[in-house]
């Protein structure tokens, strides 16, 4: 196989390179940033990158093959089920769904709460498949069902309220009736103690045990839900998991108090299967409550999804009409302030779009008569119409589709714990049953000799095992969210404690995204002014300047799209700036401005009696007005370092320039420094151009910059990145998604896009950087009270396993040390991970 891809697209990230002249040693790439990808990260550790690119396809077409295809011809949907809580419940879904008739093929994903599923829409109806998954304890519903989303989290918190009254219930029999009797005369005299152990051995006492019983199956039945759901999904998957121990401890609790009270005996642990069943689902729910918690946090995240569009009828009506309804050749109408719905090229109109929530380009382009443009992009100025393209799609459905992928190409990671279950449920299984089986052989009693058995089931139930990792997970969810980082997903503690290599993105993460003014040489009066005019621009070039322009009456109104006779008109861009309009003359506002006109390049107009013009010197030279020297020199410095200068002047005269940027962060430096002194290798990704992010290529600490990828591209860079060990994603935007989902580890910024956190593993709400450094000391914190959890319910086993072999321990007294050991977990989590 050869590595020359020009029959199917880029070289790095395989986008089509049709009208793309970039090519390196005979290979072709859509743009120079995945061609300078592709030169540093092309092979990996020594190894050639067409060695890496045929064993992943290999791999690839290998789980193809063991899978069945999706029929082209069917549709995809995605549904939020609720009840999935590890890897053995995406393959129990994912069977579920593919059984189903009509259904070609189907994956879960139980870090998002979500399976998608490829089906025929006449067999197999999205509400059948709602039914079918929901099953088992399972609830399926489609993702915006806020209403069956309450109904499961309602269900959720039934569940425990039910099982910590009803445990309440039995316990109290217990402690009031049962206790005295197994403890002696620690509680009651002698002969209040002939009068219990009486009244309970007597037939009379049946009705009583019942009311336990009942009680018992209450709490076993629908608190336990979950718990007997994922042992028989541990069952019917073969993957033994913690549910599996602690279910079969609990039942057998049960089983053997059931049929003692059948054969008239008055030996009854319905505590042990009460205790093991609420302390469990307890603190799972404790940690699921901060989970839910944390994402509340970010319900102030910007959604970019499109769900309408503005379709032009024949005779010019405008119609909206939902996406789905969109076909190629359509027209569709997209005014200032919208986003694009489908990908498609400009037929009629004028405007300056930015691409930054897809391309990652911090700066809006012109977009005019046959340019294309992308599905998700913004409108900033002006208005455009456009052709819907042949395939009807969005290039952020896309982007979904390939976040989606790469999130649910690797099933979730498995708990610690139960990696460990694997193990030691068959051991703990095989051990009971060989000790009972001993026993009978050495003569013992039936009763006897499963009372021991009972026992080493009871005293290996791993309460304590099953509380280490969710106790000590939810303590690093509670203690990032205190410091304004949210965790998404709970498996992130145990598979990134170390990274070998950060990638940064660059717009809206090292930056701040925004347009700004970051430098001025120019005079405050005309600052000032320029600042009047640039009020009548909706172009965030002169907004940054209008921001910064000193008391401006606030009174002036704004006219729709910058003009102000109300009439929107097309923009144009000329390095990064654009305004409204086609030189029309604007009626008088207020006292301080006479007259305004707005150019391709720029704004001009009478202020206070002074003629003032702003923008690029083109508009200056083009007026027969004056570029100075040394100021056109000035001018050209900005430009090559990637930001938008403005020249602004009075009288036939240019006489300042005012620069806009792309703000960086604050403590941005000091964050990268701070990573790179750990150890790791620090990257910025951008798909801005080379110019913008030239700032970055001489800090110390940056080992190397990208500049110009696609989201594709992104997505490839860090998978290759990965080769080489662990990496981390760090960015913001919807660009940044399907690299974000690629890494081991990504962090989205809390004020970037819903796209951008959806696919991250964590965000940081403040936006602030330097939380990256806290989250990896919470990783480490957390791995170690994880490890420190399960040390000690092992150490606990280590000790109470033999001595229940040997019959030293009967169940009561297991079950108090089970209790006991788990209080020592829940002790140890509760405590904060990082010093103040």
């Not at 456009?386 to 969005?394: H, M, P, Q, W």
Request: hydrophobic share 45%; with cysteine.
């Amino acid at each position: 196989m050869t590595d020359d891809r020009s029959d199917t697209g880029c070289t790095l990230c395989e986008l089509p390179v049709e009208g793309s002249d970039v090519v390196a040693d005979g290979k072709p790439f859509c743009c120079v940033g995945c061609r300078d990808v592709y030169d540093v990260v092309g092979g990996v550790d020594a190894v050639d990158a067409e060695d890496v690119r045929d064993a992943r396809e290999e791999a690839q077409a290998a789980e193809e093959d063991a899978t069945p295809r999706a029929d082209p011809d069917h549709e995809t949907s995605y549904l939020e089920v609720s009840g999935m809580y590890c890897v053995t419940c995406e393959a129990f879904i994912e069977s579920v769904a593919t059984s189903a008739n009509g259904v070609s093929d189907a994956s879960a994903s139980y870090v998002t709460d979500t399976v998608r599923v490829d089906h025929d829409p006449e067999r197999a109806p999205l509400e059948e498949l709602t039914s079918d998954i929901s099953q088992l304890g399972y609830s399926a519903y489609s993702r915006e069902d806020a209403v069956s989303r309450r109904r499961a989290e309602n269900w959720e918190m039934g569940r425990i309220a039910v099982g910590v009254l009803m445990g309440m219930m039995v316990m109290l029999q217990y402690v009031v009736f049962i206790y005295p009797v197994y403890f002696g005369g620690l509680f009651y005299n002698e002969q209040t103690m002939a009068f219990f152990e009486q009244a309970l051995a007597d037939e009379r006492a049946t009705p009583f045990y019942l009311m336990i019983a009942a009680l018992t199956t209450i709490v076993l039945g629908v608190t336990g839900k979950p718990i007997l759901q994922g042992a028989y999904v541990g069952i019917k998957t073969r993957s033994p998991n913690m549910d599996l121990l602690v279910a079969i401890a609990a039942v057998s609790a049960y089983l053997y108090s059931t049929l003692s009270i059948a054969v008239g005996g008055d030996h009854i642990y319905y505590d042990v299967t009460v205790a093991i069943v609420v302390i469990v689902t307890v603190g799972g729910y404790y940690e699921s409550t901060l989970k839910r918690e944390a994402t509340e946090r970010l319900s102030d995240l910007t959604s970019v999804q499109v769900d309408e569009a503005r379709r032009v009828g024949p005779d010019g009506s405008h119609e909206d009409v939902p996406l789905s309804a969109l076909e190629p050749d359509d027209r569709v109408l997209v005014r200032a302030g919208e986003r694009v719905p489908i990908d498609g090229d400009v037929i009629d109109g004028e405007a300056a779009v930015d691409e930054a929530v897809v391309t990652g380009e911090s700066l809006p382009v012109t977009k005019a008569v046959g340019d294309d443009v992308v599905g998700g992009s913004l409108v900033a100025d002006g208005a455009v119409t456009i052709r819907v393209g042949e395939d009807a799609t969005s290039t952020l459905d896309r982007i979904t589709e390939l976040v989606w992928d790469l999130q649910s190409g690797t099933h979730g990671i498995q708990k610690l714990a139960d990696k460990l279950a694997t193990i030691f449920v068959p051991l703990v299984l095989v051990l009971a049953v060989v000790v009972t089986a001993v026993y009978l052989a050495l003569g013992s009693g039936v009763a006897a000799a499963l009372l021991v058995g009972l026992t080493v089931l009871i005293v290996s139930c791993p309460c304590a095992l099953g509380l280490a990792t969710p106790l000590a997970v939810a303590a690093g969810i509670r203690d990032a969210l205190e410091r304004s980082i949210v965790v998404f997903d709970d498996s992130v503690f145990e598979r990134i404690r170390e990274a070998d290599t950060v990638v940064f993105d660059k717009t809206g993460t090292l930056t701040t995204g925004e347009m700004a003014v970051v430098d001025t040489d120019c005079e405050q009066r005309l600052l000032e002014r320029a600042a009047i005019l640039e009020r009548r621009s909706a172009h965030p070039v002169g907004q940054a300047i209008a921001a910064v322009g000193g008391d401006i009456d606030s009174t002036d109104p704004v006219a729709d799209g910058g003009r102000l006779d109300g009439e929107s008109s097309p923009d144009n861009v000329a390095d990064g700036r654009s305004v409204s309009g086609e030189g029309s003359r604007a009626e008088t506002l207020g006292d301080r401005i006479e007259s305004f006109e707005s150019h391709r390049n720029g704004v001009s107009g009478v202020v206070d009696g002074d003629e003032v013009v702003v923008g690029h010197p083109d508009l200056f030279r083009d007026r027969g007005w004056t570029v100075p020297a040394d100021l056109q020199e000035r001018i050209d410095g900005e430009r090559a370092a990637g930001r938008v200068p403005v020249a602004v002047g009075r009288d036939g005269t240019a006489q300042g320039v005012v620069v806009v940027g792309d703000d960086l962060r604050e403590r941005w430096a000091e964050t990268l420094t701070a990573i790179s002194d750990a150890g790791a290798d620090v990257v910025v990704l951008t798909g801005d151009d080379a110019r913008a992010a030239e700032q970055f290529r001489e800090h110390a600490a940056i080992d190397r910059v990208f500049a110009g990828v696609p989201p594709e591209g992104k997505a490839e860079t860090v998978a290759r990145l990965g080769e080489r060990g662990r990496t981390v994603m760090i960015g913001d935007g919807t660009n940044d998604a399907p690299a974000l989902a690629a890494a081991d580890l990504g962090i989205a910024l809390g004020g970037g896009t819903a796209m951008a956190a959806d696919a991250a593993d964590i965000a940081l709400v403040d936006d602030d950087l330097s939380s990256v450094d806290t989250v990896f000391d919470l990783a480490r914190a957390t791995d170690r009270r994880v490890k420190g959890n399960i040390g000690w319910a092992f150490c606990y086993n280590a000790i109470a396993i033999p001595l229940a072999v040997t019959g030293l321990l009967n169940p009561l007294f297991a079950a108090i040390a089970m209790g006991a050991s788990s209080l020592l977990v829940v002790t140890n989590s509760s405590r904060a991970l990082l010093e103040e």
